[in-house]
């Protein structure tokens, strides 16, 4: 059974930077696609960054140049640095997974495991 966990999240005024953590159980991350979506009060989740199995990423434009998701298989884990936080990037955010480990892109619904999520707020 896969077990997904996130750590990392808290609260960081606006400029600062968070590493979120993203650590599986069950089966080794090599074989997915990892991403990392984000819910705010009363709007959908959305995508945020997502890595395939070959570490090739794709970004939501909102946090291009600013996000840097990257994955250790060693240790089963994938990372999500966030850096220059804005206020509009406080959320839930969440560890996805896709079991085609070729997806780039995908929607929430077609996520095949999550974690609880991590709180990130950013104050202004």
């Known amino acids: 059974q896969v077990q997904v966990a996130e750590s990392g999240g808290g609260l960081v005024q606006a400029g600062g930077s968070l590493r979120l953590s993203c650590t599986v159980s069950g089966r080794p991350i090599s074989v997915y696609a990892m991403g990392w979506f984000r819910q705010a009060p009363g709007k959908e989740r959305e995508s945020v960054a997502t890595?395939?199995?070959?570490?090739?990423?794709v970004y939501a434009d909102s946090v291009k140049g600013r996000f840097t998701i990257s994955r250790d298989n060693a240790k089963n884990t994938v990372y999500l640095q966030m850096n220059s936080l804005k206020p509009e990037d406080t959320a839930a955010y969440y560890c996805?997974?896709?079991?085609?480990?070729?997806?780039?892109?995908?929607?929430?619904?077609?996520?095949?495991?999550w974690g609880q999520g991590t709180q990130v707020t950013v104050s202004s």
């Open positions: 996805a997974i896709s079991k085609d480990p070729a997806r780039l892109r995908w929607t929430p619904a077609e996520s095949d495991y």
């Open positions: 890595t395939m199995w070959t570490g090739m990423t």
